[in-house]
């Protein structure tokens, strides 16, 4: 199904998604950047600028309690907490390089162990996409086979017009459903023609021949010569939309505490730690080169599915200037 909707009508589908009692995550400012935030009102929404964080918090926040425990006279309590609680969720204007990593997790998440925190966000959200108008430098969606207008794990998918207001395509059931009972905000036919999309400039890669190369280069001294000066700050994976480990630990006393689920990378010197004090990936390289292996060898021999989508978080946030495209192209080259 196609509509349309003016930019007044979606800030009012907001504040009516919010008068429903959902929870509504979109671009939100946020001092001097833009984030994905729960927005309280329609008027919050800012389309201007990529978020500076992805919108995987949506489904799989940065900490989260999975349970609490306390002793008492009887004994020691542990109370699980409940996905069920978990509210109906709309995430709105999320672009391309975020929403199409959604289905991507999904595979992780549902795989040996049913991830319930995660996959219950999944049921309970519907997500409206937006497509990309405007590129910077570091996005490269096309090189890893997106695009800037790819619907891929949007619900309902929004195409900017010539007139300000926006193309509406319902991609699933989901996104049928929050069209037919919001179907006085949306119009039928397209008085305006869609804004061109954006064009990054890094060009196709040859991500299968990047796969067999890493196949047969385990040891390489590309690994030396990009990631010795690697600082392991994690800000690539904490912003990447794909990158998804997570530790838990107990926080607490003996009294009462809670066991947390918290964002992890592989880039942190102790993320391979053994309790025995071994470390199998004891220098940054082995880290970096853990990094691309996971995400263009590991999880597609596993998944058939690759954890980047070109979104160019990472490249704009690494202290040292370490760019994974330029990586990938230098790998795609030989
Ligand atoms: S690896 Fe970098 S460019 Fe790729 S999805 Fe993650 S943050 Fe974005
Ligand atoms: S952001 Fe850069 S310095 Fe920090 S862990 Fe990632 S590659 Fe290393």
């Not at 319930?116 to 490269?140: N, Q, V």
């Not at 996104?175 to 397209?190: N, Q």
């Not at 809670?258 to 390289?285: E, I, L, M, Y």
Request: with cysteine; glycine share 8%.
């Amino acid at each position: 199904m196609q509509k349309t909707i003016t930019e007044p009508n979606l800030r009012l589908l907001i504040d009516t998604l919010v008068s429903e009692g959902k929870r509504v995550i979109g671009p939100k400012a946020a001092g001097t950047m833009t984030l994905y935030e729960p927005l309280s009102q329609g008027e919050e929404l800012n389309l201007g600028e990529l978020p500076r964080r992805s919108a995987k918090e949506a489904f799989f926040p940065l900490c989260e309690t999975i349970l609490t425990y306390e002793r008492d006279k009887e004994g020691v309590r542990v109370t699980d907490v409940d996905p069920q609680a978990i509210p109906e969720t709309v995430l709105v204007a999320a672009r391309p390089c975020d929403v199409a990593a959604a289905p991507v997790l999904d595979s992780v998440f549902s795989w040996d162990f049913k991830d319930e925190f995660f996959l219950e966000r999944r049921r309970k959200t519907t997500i409206i996409g937006l497509a990309c108008a405007r590129a910077d430098d570091a996005c490269f969606c096309t090189a890893v086979g997106l695009s800037p207008g790819d619907t891929k794990g949007s619900d309902l998918f929004l195409a900017p017009l010539t007139d300000g207001g926006y193309r509406c395509d319902a991609i699933t059931e989901k996104g049928e459903a929050l069209l037919a009972a919001h179907a006085d905000l949306f119009s039928d036919a397209a008085t305006a023609e869609p804004l061109p999309l954006a064009e990054p400039t890094l060009g196709k890669l040859d991500l299968e021949k990047i796969r067999q190369w890493l196949d047969t280069h385990f040891e390489d001294p590309l690994w030396e010569e990009i990631a010795a000066r690697c600082a392991g700050c994690g800000a690539c994976a904490f912003l990447c939309p794909a990158c998804h480990c997570f530790d838990i630990v107990d926080e607490g006393g003996e009294e009462k505490g809670a066991r947390r689920k918290s964002w992890d990378a592989c880039g942190f010197g102790k993320f391979t730690n053994h309790a025995s004090g071994h470390n199998p990936r004891d220098v940054q390289p082995s880290r970096y080169r853990n990094r691309i292996m996971h995400k263009f060898k590991y999880y597609v021999d596993k998944f058939d599915q690759r954890l980047c989508t070109g979104c160019g978080r990472c490249v704009r946030a690494c202290p040292v200037g370490i760019d994974i495209a330029t990586v990938l192209e230098e790998i795609n080259s030989k």
